[in-house]
């Protein structure tokens, strides 16, 4: 059983910052690529970072210049740092990971979501 914990969320306001971490755990060989997705409410999940197991890194273009993306291989950790958030940065964010695992090779696994608000 693969599990994926995430942590950092909650209120900040406009210009604030949060850092988010998920980490993996259970019977697993290995971590490929990771990830950060969001859902606002209304919309479609989108995705916001990404990093893959030889450290490079992606962004979506309305967080590029405020977001940073880092693992922790050792920890099997992913980490979103956010700075000078915004309003329309609110919203759920899911932790994914691409896992190789034993019985069933490459699955791709979802923390449950942490919710960011940001709100003066």
């Known amino acids: 059983q693969v599990q994926l914990v995430e942590s950092g969320g909650g209120l900040v306001q406009p210009g604030g910052s949060l850092r988010l971490s998920c980490a993996v755990s259970?019977?697993?060989?290995?971590?490929?690529?990771m990830g950060w997705y969001r859902q606002a409410p209304g919309k479609q999940r989108e995705l916001v970072a990404a990093?893959?197991?030889?450290?490079?890194?992606s962004l979506a273009d309305s967080v590029k210049g405020r977001f940073t993306i880092s693992r922790a291989s050792a920890k099997n950790t992913v980490y979103l740092q956010m700075f000078r958030l915004k309003p329309e940065d609110t919203a759920v964010y899911y932790c994914?990971?691409?896992?190789?695992?034993?019985?069933?090779?490459?699955?791709?696994?979802w923390g449950q979501g942490t919710q960011v608000t940001v709100s003066s």
């Open positions: 994914n990971a691409i896992v190789l695992t034993s019985g069933s090779g490459q699955v791709n696994y």
């Open positions: 259970g019977s697993i060989l290995g971590i490929n690529a």
């Open positions: 990093i893959t197991s030889g450290g490079s890194t």
